[in-house]
């Protein structure tokens, strides 16, 4: 006999309101169908002999449904990956996180794993840092994106019914600091003097429009509308999957026109007959002669969203712009400085004095 259920009975032997009754299942037309046999209020001895008249024919196959075999990691992983290659913009980066998680988990069971085994790799992981950069330290984010990947590859496992539930769904992702970097216009003059021209263009469309660098790497001419001043970006090119307008200023206009085209490529931005997609090394570079410090491309994007709401625009157009889906992530983004604090108060204080000033004047007049 099998292991006993989670009513301390034999496997297949439940109880109800009603008395004992057998509970398995059946194979009719290649379909697994459900068959419950009731016994009524008999004694459990009489119940369980029952049980075991059935139960050579059920072992046999006659009435239960053969098991699904265990679903190993990674195979879960690789179905995964397919999936990944279909829906994910991230999906290079999904390949090498998932490369080091079959590494460490190899094709154990998806059943078998833990929270406590998921946490124990993360902190073999912390431990190693980055292999590539002599172990470095890695952030709390980076460690949650190898979290998020394997809830990903445990979640597609039970989306397709290859696992009944998600075993580490609650393991609670670390908390992450986020940045709030932005440049001075002094530090935004002084890197673009040491950008070069393709540079320069780039970063300045990142600056003022928070556009994504994959999504200005990946900008064609065909996007680039230069009647209503705007850029469409589809659903393909964004990392949210969802299409959106960008506007232009018409110095980014006038910078767009004087960008050289290159008949061969539909990419704006290309260099000896070839798209762009990596400008990491001419970056970090121009940002070190400006003299920068703790700066990244990724926070030109924070600049543009400060700058927008500092100069009144309200959040929801900003989030259009950007392409924010969500407002707790688009705070993130949004940088309060010094000067906000500051410039409240004195909006405060002005908005007192204007108040103060008819009480003061009607003084004035009974005195």
Same mark, same amino acid.
């Given at each position: ?7 301390? &009975?034999? !496997?297949?032997? %439940?109880?109800?309101?009603? +008395?004992?009754? @057998?509970?398995?299942?059946?194979? *009719?037309? $290649? ?19 029952? &049980?075991? !008249?059935?139960? %050579?024919?059920?072992?046999? +196959?006659?009435? @239960?449904?053969?098991?699904?075999? *265990?679903? $190993? ?29 079959? +590494? ?264």
């Amino acid at each position: 006999m099998s292991r006993p259920n989670v009513h301390g &009975l034999p !496997q297949f032997l %439940r109880k109800d309101d009603k +008395g004992y009754f @057998l509970d398995y299942f059946i194979r *009719e037309g $290649g379909l697994r169908k459900r068959k419950r046999v009731r016994l009524g209020f008999i004694p459990l001895t009489q119940a369980k002999q029952v &049980l075991s !008249q059935h139960t %050579r024919e059920i072992v046999a +196959g006659k009435y @239960l449904a053969e098991e699904k075999p *265990e679903v $190993g990691f990674t195979e879960a992983a690789d179905l995964f990956l397919a999936y990944s290659e279909a829906r994910r913009k991230s999906h290079v980066n999904d390949l090498f996180m998932v490369k080091r998680l079959k +590494g460490y988990f190899g094709n154990r069971p998806l059943s078998s794993l833990t929270p406590d085994i998921v946490e124990g790799y993360l902190t073999q992981r912390r431990k190693a840092g980055n292999v590539a950069f002599g172990g470095k330290p890695l952030s709390n984010c980076t460690l949650n994106r190898d979290l998020g990947v394997i809830k990903s590859i445990m979640s597609r496992a039970v989306f397709n019914g290859l696992l009944e539930k998600n075993p580490i769904q609650k393991v609670r992702a670390f908390r992450e600091e986020s940045r709030d970097r932005t440049l001075t216009q002094e530090e935004y003059q002084s890197l673009l003097g040491y950008c070069s021209p393709r540079l320069s263009a780039i970063v300045q469309l990142a600056y003022w429009t928070g556009m994504r660098r994959g999504e200005i790497l990946g900008l064609r001419w065909e996007q680039v509308d230069f009647q209503n001043k705007v850029v469409n970006l589809e659903a393909a090119d964004t990392k949210t999957q969802e299409k959106r307008e960008v506007p232009l200023t018409e110095g980014l206009l006038k910078l767009l026109k004087r960008t050289p085209r290159n008949l061969g490529s539909p990419y704006v931005f290309t260099y000896k007959g070839q798209r762009i997609r990596n400008i990491k090394t001419g970056f970090r570079k121009a940002v070190r002669k400006a003299g920068i410090k703790n700066f990244r491309f990724h926070d030109l994007r924070h600049c543009a969203v400060t700058n927008l709401r500092k100069a009144g625009v309200n959040d929801s157009v900003i989030m259009s712009i950007s392409g924010h889906k969500t407002y707790a992530m688009f705070k993130r983004y949004n940088r309060i400085d010094r000067k906000d604090r500051v410039d409240a108060l004195k909006q405060v204080e002005r908005q007192f004095d204007t108040d103060m000033t008819p009480a003061l004047t009607n003084q004035e007049v009974k005195s």
